[in-house]
């Protein structure tokens, strides 16, 4: 089941919307599902993120390259 809801957009805004939508041949709409979807999909990741903060630290893993590097480690010795 799909709802309708409206929502305002500044002038330029919606025109930059418009231009994406005829420039990709896809209906606003539809662009505007999709960015929401990947901004909901973004939030949800932080909060994961913040989440596992603590036990990543715990097991030695301060950055993100820290991670990279375990994995890249452990594929090379597969």
Avoid: W
């Amino acid at each position: 089941m799909s709802d309708t809801i409206t929502i305002r957009l500044p002038d330029e805004l919606k025109k930059n919307l418009e231009y994406a939508s005829r420039k990709n041949s896809v209906k606003a709409s539809q662009l505007v599902r999709e960015a929401l979807e990947r901004y909901l999909a973004v939030q949800r990741f932080r909060e994961l993120r913040k989440e596992t903060i603590p036990y990543a630290e715990r097991a030695g893993f301060y950055t993100d390259d820290d991670i990279l590097n375990q994995h890249r480690k452990r594929n090379k010795n597969r």
